[in-house]
Structure formats: structure tokens, C-alpha cells
């Protein structure tokens, strides 16, 4: 069976009302004040840089670990030698083959009227 529904009240209630100002009502300001530092005094506090020079060992032997790993991936990466046939597959065209293999160095006029026509 449903319970009936309590019908909504707007009005404030003033029994609630007592209770949550004696709850909430910080009374004299400077007691408050007074118990909020003799608590902060009795844990003991610990100054920044102490709790910084706590972590500083883990946090070096943790960048030097990263880094570590990040330069043997990279080195890993990097270790792929190309051959001079895969350039030589690579380039389709035969002026590319004969520059390449070419055992005098090419004119340099050539080369820069080269670039210059396949950019046109």
C-alpha cells in the first residue's frame, strides 16, 4: 500500500529553523579562531619543502626512467638503415638513378633548372 504524500510547505518551519541557527551560529569569533589554531598546532605540521624533498628522489629516478625508455624507443625507431638500391627503387625516374650513381658530381645548373621546371 502507498503511503499518502506529504503536502509541501513553503512556509519555514520554526522549529528547524532554531535548531539549524544554534547549530550554525558561530557565536564568539575569536574562541573559534582560537580552536582552529591550537588544532592546527596539535597535528604537527610539516613544512612544504620538507614534503617536496620527500618526493624529489622518486620523482628523479622517475624522469630519468622515462627518459630512459623514451630514448630506447626512439633509438629503436631510428635504426632502420636505407640502402642505397631503396633509394634507387624508390626513385622511378632515370635522371634520379643517374645523379645517384653518378661518380662526378652534376652540374649544378642542371639540377637547379630541374627543380625549378618541376615546380612550373
Do not use: C, Y
Amino acid at each position: 500500500m502507498k503511503e499518502p504524500s506529504l503536502p509541501f510547505d513553503h512556509r519555514p518551519d520554526p522549529e528547524l529553523g532554531a535548531a539549524l541557527r544554534a547549530a550554525l551560529e558561530p557565536g564568539d569569533p575569536a574562541a573559534f579562531v582560537a580552536r582552529v589554531l591550537a588544532r592546527a598546532e596539535g597535528r604537527g605540521g610539516h613544512a612544504t619543502w620538507e614534503i617536496l624533498a620527500r618526493w624529489a628522489r622518486a620523482g628523479i629516478a622517475a624522469a630519468a626512467a622515462a627518459a630512459l625508455v623514451a630514448g630506447f624507443a626512439v633509438g629503436r625507431v631510428m635504426q632502420s638503415p636505407t640502402t642505397l638500391d631503396d633509394v634507387m627503387v624508390a626513385s622511378a625516374s632515370a635522371g634520379a638513378n643517374a645523379l645517384l650513381s653518378s661518380p662526378r658530381a652534376p652540374d649544378a645548373s642542371v639540377v637547379f633548372t630541374s627543380l625549378v621546371e618541376r615546380d612550373r
